[in-house]
């Protein structure tokens, strides 16, 4: 009877050892998440202090700098803003193709529209200036937490025109590209699912879009980008961020051999597969 208070004894001490070595396990790990959370919360507080710095700096030398100066300033301070903020939301990105660095004409860039931070997330991947398109909603989003993007509102609007539909403003777009702009169009109205397999949705208007593109006069050199996987950045964040795949292409690149260089149909097939779709359907103008 003895020994099976004793063998009852030690199977309770030890499961009592069990139980406590577990729990300080789970404690360690409780504290171990903690304090990464906690480090995470400091690198975010750096990166807004140090983008509020670096704004209060660039306000200094702008009164002592010209027009032009101040401008290319302003321009930079913008994409060193929006790269912290896309950093700090855990979308990093890399790039499959070279981005070019001067331009002899302006770019027009074609793109699909994945989600409506997109044009933020594709204007710091440029080191030259170029006009993106933003819903009126974007201003009202937060940045930083407790800042809004209306806090660097005024050089966003510099390089920034407000998203409308191509099939009834190509003729004023074109307009901007004589004038020197290289910006960026969207060839879908809606948000595009890459994932989901679906048709896209183009303007109609991209037609005339190619055909223009084509011709010698032409104000702009054509090119379209894919940064693919950009539908899902509302998963990413700083403890799991995710690699965006950035791919810019001229439009020889993209069209490859065609059987009829003249062909608009096969060519907006070729843009197709560039998008990573499995077929194309028109929006029609309204």
């Not at 050199?221 to 950009?230: A, I, R, V």
């Not at 069209?255 to 907006?268: C, F, M």
Request: hydrophobic share 40%.
């Amino acid at each position: 009877m003895k020994t099976d208070r004793v063998k009852q004894l030690l199977q309770d001490a030890h499961a009592a050892n069990q139980a406590m070595g577990t729990q300080k396990l789970n404690l360690n790990f409780i504290e171990a998440s903690q304090k990464k959370r906690g480090n995470f919360k400091w690198i975010f507080i750096g990166l807004g202090i140090a983008t509020f710095i670096r704004f209060l700096y660039l306000r200094v030398l702008c009164l002592f700098s010209g027009s032009e100066t101040t401008k290319k300033r302003e321009e930079a301070f913008a994409r060193q803003y929006f790269k912290s903020y896309f950093m700090y939301r855990g979308a990093l990105f890399y790039r499959t193709s070279p981005f070019p660095k001067t331009l002899e004409k302006p770019l027009l860039i074609l793109a699909c529209k994945n989600h409506a931070m997109q044009s933020l997330f594709m204007y710091q991947l440029f080191d030259f200036p170029v006009l993106i398109p933003v819903e009126k909603s974007v201003y009202s989003f937060q940045i930083f937490p407790k800042i809004p993007l209306k806090f660097i509102g005024k050089y966003l609007k510099r390089s920034s025109y407000e998203e409308v539909s191509l099939n009834n403003n190509w003729g004023e777009m074109k307009k901007m590209l004589q004038k020197g702009y290289s910006m960026i169009l969207y060839v879908n109205p809606d948000v595009f699912l890459s994932h989901l397999h679906g048709p896209l949705y183009m303007f109609e208007e991209l037609q005339q879009v190619l055909a223009d593109a084509d011709k010698p006069d032409f104000p702009a050199d054509l090119h379209f980008l894919n940064c693919t996987g950009f539908e899902k950045y509302a998963w990413a964040s700083a403890q799991s961020p995710m690699q965006l795949r950035c791919d810019l292409r001229p439009k020889a690149d993209v069209y490859g051999w065609l059987s009829d260089p003249h062909s608009v149909q096969e060519k907006l097939a070729k843009i197709t597969l560039f998008f990573e779709s499995p077929e194309l359907q028109f929006v029609s103008k309204s």
